[in-house]
């Protein structure tokens, strides 16, 4: 069964459909904008994680550590006074970078293992980091008290979730325009040769460390705008946004999407945030219990993830006609 191959217009249209669409919540969702904004921001969180997992190889399971590192600095900008959002999310950014960056050394030398285990230690550490210094952060209690900006000076950042929503639509999309313009670039085509056959993209002489190095850097930079937006748009930061449990949590969203598509992310926060949301309303006291049952079945009947079963989909309607 050959693959089917969408024409560039096909795949621009698809593309403009899927956008239009989660635009169009403003308007047909009044009432759950903020949930929108949260699966928007969780989608970026899942797409900075496959950039090193999906793309360049590199197994973590500690990413949340930069998701809550961006969070944080954000947070802490808007409550000692410097709430303006745009500049926020810079900060958050290069933070991020540099902190990701300096990690990679650790972490691109290792074994998946001990890759593994290392950015495990990283996002406990800095979640324990974060509670012993609640004189700063607010410990379990949250950081609490900021105060952010207007957009641009006029739009506020209502209750209704309206300017919220509409931030985290704009600035998830131009993020995510930059991500695939990156992964699309020779640099990674690179990422993808060193995925599939490191030893190949070493015997053509690729530098494989620094391009991993760099790419790992990349990733947690889109994390933590992807933290930044929560704290700006909830104007709040748990502790649980850098601890284990969310780094699972991404995790589990972007196996469910589906790993080294460029939508898979974005797919798998929309299908697992609206099937958590609807299982918790169903049934408060027993919704784990079926969100598990539909995990399971989700991965053992759609391989590849959601995305990957869509591409099955099209191949059989395509050979049966």
Aim: glycine share 12%.
């Amino acid at each position: 069964m050959k693959p089917i191959v969408l024409k560039p217009a096909q795949l621009r249209a698809a593309e403009v459909f899927f956008w239009l669409a989660l635009a169009s919540c403003y308007f047909l969702l009044p009432e759950h904008l903020s949930l929108m904004s949260q699966i928007l921001i969780f989608g970026l969180f899942a797409v900075s994680l496959d950039m090193a997992l999906g793309y360049a190889g590199i197994l973590t399971v500690g990413h949340a550590a930069f998701f809550g590192a961006g969070a944080y600095a954000a947070g802490l900008l808007a409550k000692h006074g410097w709430g303006e959002p745009f500049s926020g999310l810079l900060v958050a950014l290069l933070v991020c970078v540099a902190l990701g960056y300096l990690l990679s050394t650790l972490v691109v030398r290792g074994t998946d293992l001990a890759r593994l285990m290392i950015t495990i230690g990283v996002c406990m550490l800095l979640a324990e980091l974060a509670n012993r210094l609640s004189g700063i952060t607010g410990g379990t209690d949250g950081l609490q008290g900021m105060v952010v900006q207007p957009l641009f000076g006029r739009f506020e950042f209502d209750l209704f979730g309206q300017t919220a929503f509409v931030y985290a639509f704009c600035m998830v999309l131009l993020v995510f325009l930059g991500v695939r313009l990156i992964l699309r670039s020779p640099f990674g085509l690179a990422l993808r040769g060193i995925h599939d056959s490191r030893k190949r993209m070493l015997a053509i002489g690729s530098p494989v460390d620094a391009r991993l190095r760099l790419a790992y850097a990349l990733s947690a930079g889109v994390a933590g705008v992807a933290g930044a937006l929560l704290a700006q748009t909830t104007q709040f930061v748990g502790i649980e946004s850098i601890g284990f449990n969310r780094s699972a949590e991404i995790l589990i969203i972007l196996v469910l999407g589906g790993t080294g598509r460029l939508y898979g992310g974005l797919v798998g926060a929309i299908v697992y945030m609206l099937v958590h949301d609807w299982f918790a309303d169903m049934n408060p006291q027993y919704w784990q219990f079926w969100l598990g049952l539909f995990l399971i079945a989700a991965v053992l009947l759609g391989r590849g993830g959601l995305m990957g079963a869509l591409s099955r989909l099209f191949q059989t309607r395509e050979a049966a006609r």
